[in-house]
């Protein structure tokens, strides 16, 4: 009997990727035949970005290696330097780690830096959340990451479908559903919101009186339109004071273009002194998802609303091309980056209150079918394409 | 009226790709509407691997930058390593030179890195052979910089129709031929070996008497299996000492492995003295086409047995994996990496004599063609799945 | 008679560089036997430290090269990653642009790279600025310079004496005095501050009365207590605040530890709405310069207030072991980084007024002397020390 | 009571350094105060370089980290890079494994990857070898690693005299001695040579009869000079061949222009076919010191010849400039690379025989000195120069 475990080494490159496998990462270190090599990597380990690690290790995860990579910039030259500081770093990380398997997750511009150093070193690499569809570099980076990995572990039905189409054998496509939702099961039974958030977590801006209702707003940067990024801001800044009704603003992730997004912020904040608008930097995920669920409305371009709001029934006001093509339930409505349009979608999902709860992204289970899956199918690096 | 060239970077990063593009680049040059950058990278400039770098500048090109990228180490680690010291470097080059297209060449695993570079930065992105099916890591990365590329200049219907299948564009894949065949074409038509290949090109071992025919032997390791490379050369290498027929044979590349097969070289010519073979480290592209055309039979696992064979008409025995599910006109035998099978292969080939010439891989003007569809086709940097 | 000019490549990585540098800059490019290759690179290139690239062109110098290099996180272990990287991107910029020369300024932890960059590939390297004595790690990185270097362009006497002591060829030594006094030199004659600080620059904070008198402050975390950086700016703001003299204060640079400085202010102006004080990014060198020599006294650890402030004369409340033993003149009074030693020695200082001139780092001369000395002094790469 | 160890991280990057520290590993290893941390680097992980870290993990050391970072193409450009991917990667290893003190060795280009990671990291840097005095890079990097480290264990009074001339606080300068001389010393007392070298190492070329005596060549490429590497080599093959008496023969380290090195001895050997020598790539060693304890003479340009040959009395023929400088005892004479110069002296050498046993490189305690030192010293990261 061979009782060594799979040593499977989990790449977290960035906040939200983090919100995007925590209870995978739980069930992969609770898994008897499993051992989780954590590395934090990226604008996981900064300041300016959430810092990400800080939440990881006090949510009681042992973090195996950090890595340093995110060069200064937040532009397209300097997220191409970045990635290629990550395949140099990630190399290393592996031949000194030696895992089983290697996961990397969704599309980030970086996690091409992971599936590179695993690939290349002839260690399995298994995707979560390829087989969407998107703009921008991530649509290419995603579809790169497929041809890369070995097994893909998808979050819906439609991706699967995509990801086999690909050439990908179907026997190594899993629809497992997205581990974000499994976060948002655990607080879905949950009656009101349990902490107050400008208590709890700070922040800057007007001390909202928020218990009577309030919308949250969540916009990144859209890559390869990244000198737009302060005008689009502006216009979703526009609107949110304008509707002057409370909300809850998060900073953008780290992103070429997110200078000019921040500079948006910075730049509005000083003259036009929204009284409406309270801006956090970050929040322990399930917080995060605690606010939204009591939240009116999430307004941007974040997946959050795609993925977890589906399940949640919260209404969406999606901003522009970031979500394009991705599946999406029935509490998703498209505007374009105006501000009226912005301003008219929000009051109507306002009023029409919240959806019913949709899996298309997943029940609630997809950490502990992950981690299952990882601890049972073949591991293998080698493959063609089907046709 | 707009007399600006279109600035189109080519990127050569070991000396086989040099022969893949030679006729795009001469073609390019020439072209009125468009301007040539050279970048030469990786192995191409290094002594150990044949210096493409020399005949690429007697060949009159001028170079518009040099890379040194290739870690020291030749095995999946370094691989990896020098993908991501490429991606750094090449990220630098496409920033400097601020090409209006940049054009990747097929498979090797650093080819990525030209891919990652361009696309991040937003700058339309080329590849040339893509579509194809072969095993190991080239496989891999083959698709992974389609998923990346704009545009898809293919050398076969066959390769054109699977680029489409995985989700790109019709109007963006198009069946120029490979520009290896374009070569091929131009000195199919003399009628003898014009140069002593001995006497030009020095090399090491017997002073065969080739007049009366000769075989010529490529050989390159097989990525994934490289602890095995040194068994594999010793299998060939004796069936070709035991053929005891004149044999030119030819130095592998820079991959993982190449170690174990230069190692096994080594070790057989000190330990056997085979007296019916003479080696080379390299030659000019169409000196190498003339051997071959001149030759009985290709042996070993190089793509040029597979593509400018197929139009030249001469036989080849193709050992191994390497090639697999490449597309084979007639003249290509499959053999296992067993001695005993490669004499008779060989033999019989031998015997057998030349087959009529095929164009599965081209007519001969892909350069030509290459350059046309780069000074008319839109150049765009974004695009999504067609499902 | 050989009338090519000698390539004199200069590396400039941040904004006070680029002062300490500017009419070295100008001579250089005016000198009719000198090309002068201009290299941008580090945070002289990102908007968070003051986009010195922008000041620079408009200048008029035109850039040869960018280089981004700065890996973010802000503390020991990226700082030493950036320099990892800058030694590779510099080594492939000096590659392509083979200069004669290659010049690296002062004592900042990345102008190793561009030592190591020179040295390795046998381009003569000319040292500015060495010989001093400070503390932290610049300390070390100031005298590997110096040990790297083939030339060396001091400031004063004293450094003079130390580089030979150091073992270096006393003919290879040479005082030229500090080209940031050549800036000092070119305001000195004006007798008003011709422009409105806020109206021209903005910056954030309140609109302060500054006609009647004003102090500048302009502190840096000190590296090796980086830990410490938040407290110790919050001493000085601390002692700002309470005087309630209208105070002109600059971000710092980019250091490990700056994210505490940064951190620092941004708490205190949140919390404490210091009235008396208006923050500033970045200013032009010369407008720099004129807002000091208009102003009651310099507060701080700016090396300016060791150099410049000499010759211009402005008193200097000198904080904390940042400019440990570097030469003074009489302007300077230490204090350590308490606030009310800060208050006590500021207060006096504007009570007792301004000091005459010193010539201690220069006449005003040095940008000239520099581009003769690069044009006439015998370039060599080798050396031994002298006992 | 603390009773927790010392952790002291030693990075070994090439086959040379790894003898001349392989007895103070040991100690540090046994020492009850101190945990080793054993970094194996750079060429000292290669095949062609004699696969240092084979014989590491022979004599029982556990490797901490492994870390590939030679580019290939030695040349200055590479050497360069070379640094800089050292930096980069060592900046990691250090990063993750919290040492108390970092242990960087001689004057190698590399070191200075090791000193730069460790100093900027506020890591106390201990420089072994240092104040010694060479022409070429390797002067420059010494004195320069001197002026990063706080710590110095050097081999000579002389070295000591010099490193404390270099502003160095003279508590701060402790003369071990080499530990090479520790290795030299253990062999010392054998009577006879207690192996056979062809048998024990293979190695290439003619089966010497070598038991009426032999000498040993070890010429490595002078790095400023290196296209003349080729040129140097060839008149020593000359010599030796000229010589006609048995001689062993090593392959040169990796540095630039090892290759024109290399190739010169391939040349040589494929045209002059020299019946007199037999070629090593390496050796365990002390078996090197046995070889060399044996001989009549050691020529070349090997540190060896300087240092232990000194403490065994072997006559030393020291070509040409790389050891300029360095502290001899009486053993050692200079030539010019020029052939006749070479024969001349080796004929005198082997003539005149054997000297009296020098301690100016210490008496064969270094290593366990070295490790009491380690365990002691109070370890520091911030200095000033003394004057």
């Known amino acids: 009997m061979n009782n060594i475990k799979r040593r499977i080494c989990v790449v977290v490159t960035a906040r939200p990727s983090y919100s995007r496998i925590k209870t995978a990462l739980t069930a992969i270190q609770d898994h008897p035949e499993l051992e989780l090599q954590l590395v934090i990597a990226g604008s996981a380990l900064l300041d300016r970005y959430g810092n990400a690690v800080d939440f990881i290790e006090k949510d009681g995860f042992k973090i195996t290696a950090k890595v340093f990579m995110v060069l200064e910039g937040e532009n397209p030259t300097t997220m191409a330097k970045t990635t290629g500081i990550g395949v140099m770093e990630l190399t290393n990380v592996f031949y000194n780690l030696k895992p089983d398997a290697v ?11 992971t599936s590179i150093a695993a690939a290349y070193q002839n260690i399995p ?20 990451n497929t041809k890369l990995a070995d097994l893909h572990l998808v979050s819906s039905e439609d991706a699967k479908q995509r990801v086999i189409r690909l050439g990908e054998n179907p026997e190594k496509v899993i629809n497992t559903g997205c581990p974000s939702i499994d976060l948002a099961k655990q607080i879905n039974s949950e009656t009101k919101l349990n902490f107050n958030p400008i208590d709890k977590y700070g922040g800057v801006g007007s001390n909202l009186n ?16 990244y000198k737009n990024a302060k005008i689009q801001i502006t216009e979703t800044l526009k609107a949110i004071k304008e509707l002057n009704y409370p909300a809850f603003w998060f900073w953008p992730n780290v992103d070429a273009g997110s200078d000019g997004t921040s500079n948006g ?38 997946s959050t609303g795609i993925r977890e709001c589906a399940y949640l029934g919260i209404p969406v006001i999606n901003i522009g091309s970031r979500q394009n093509r991705r599946l999406r339930a029935t ?48 591991l293998e690096f080698s493959k063609t394409i089907t046709y």
Chains 1, 2, 3, 4 share one sequence.
Not at 125 to 144: C, F, N, P
């Open 103 to 113: 996961v990397t997750i969704a599309d980030r511009f970086e996690t091409i830096a």
């Open 125 to 144: 690499l298994i995707h979560i959340q390829g087989g969407e569809v998107t703009g921008s570099i991530d649509e290419k980076v995603r579809h790169a």
């Open 210 to 225: 928020w218990l009577d209702g309030y919308i949250v707003v969540m916009q990144h940067p859209v890559t390869t339109e």
């Open 265 to 302: 912020i910075r730049a509005f904040r000083e003259i036009e002194k929204p009284e409406n608008i309270h801006f956090f930097k970050n929040m322990e995920p399930l917080d995060f998802l605690r606010l939204i669920k009591y939240s009116k409305a999430l307004v941007g371009n974040s």
């Open 331 to 378: 509490n998703v409505v498209d505007v374009n980056c105006i501000s009226n349009e912005i301003i008219l979608a929000t009051k109507k999902a306002i009023s029409n209150g919240f959806y019913s709860s949709s899996e298309i992204y997943g029940n609630g289970s997809a950490g502990e079918q992950i981690a299952e899956i990882l601890a049972t199918e073949k």
